[in-house]
């Protein structure tokens, strides 16, 4: 089992707000992922990381930011919340096996802008 | 554009009948490829892969078919359990990029 961590689960918040939600893995994972989700959708990729100091927009746009300060945390950050910013973010880090990277997942935050 | 879908997006199935899971996909120079599992309110939950050069994959009491051919995946629960009921999601990787591409979800109803 995966030991990828994500606080808070649950969000309430109000328009304007800033926010920070938080996400730690303790595997020594290289490479983490953060997804946002609508209930019943597919997961779209909007920031992943290869390492420390390395930070990238992925394909859905997003207002969101990142960092990757310490291999193990990889906060994202909405500076101003929107309602259009309810939705489930979850994050993943990812390991070389003898296959190919394989994903693991947090339980993911869920958000609510009001 | 690039695309995984699944092809039905519910499946109910009694309980301790097979169920089988599919998927489609479309980028191919996608060489890797992973089932998910889903609960309510949980994060997706790695359950198996396959890379292209397989065609098969066994897990406990999982198989996943891989038909290259026609781009085609297949997830198989042996036996179904209550505890299986979830969203199954399938998802690519094209060879050499960071992307895994999901598809929606195919919620599997275990009925008693």
């Known amino acids: 089992e995966a030991d990828i961590y994500q606080t808070p689960r649950y969000l309430v918040i109000g328009t304007g707000k800033k926010i920070t939600l938080e996400c730690s893995q303790t595997?020594?994972?290289?490479?983490m992922y953060w997804y946002q989700q609508d209930p019943g959708m597919e997961l779209h990729l909007i920031h992943y990381s290869y390492g420390v100091n390395s930070t990238e927009k992925g394909d859905l746009s997003s207002e969101s930011t990142v960092s990757r300060i310490r291999t193990e945390h990889f906060p994202l950050t909405l500076e101003s919340a929107r309602p259009s910013h309810t939705s489930q973010y979850l994050c993943?880090?990812?390991?070389?096996?003898?296959?190919?990277?394989?994903?693991?997942f947090g339980p993911g935050t869920r958000l609510l802008v009001l | 554009g690039e695309s995984v879908g699944l092809h039905l997006p519910t499946l109910s199935v009694q309980e301790g009948d097979n169920s089988i899971i599919n998927c489609a996909y479309s980028n191919s120079a996608s060489d890797y490829f992973i089932w998910y599992k889903q609960e309510s309110g949980k994060g997706p939950q790695f359950i198996i892969d396959i890379r292209s050069n397989m065609d098969k994959r066994q897990g406990q009491r999982v198989t996943v078919l891989l038909n290259k051919t026609v781009k085609h995946l297949s997830l198989q629960i042996a036996a179904t359990q209550p505890g299986d009921s979830a969203v199954y999601f399938c998802?690519?990787?094209?060879?050499?990029?960071?992307?895994?591409?999901f598809g929606t979800g195919t919620r599997l109803k275990v009925l008693a």
């Open positions: 595997m020594g994972h290289d490479k």
């Open positions: 998802a690519e990787n094209p060879s050499g990029t960071y992307k895994y591409i």
């Open positions: 993943a880090s990812s390991e070389y096996s003898v296959y190919q990277e394989t994903q693991y």
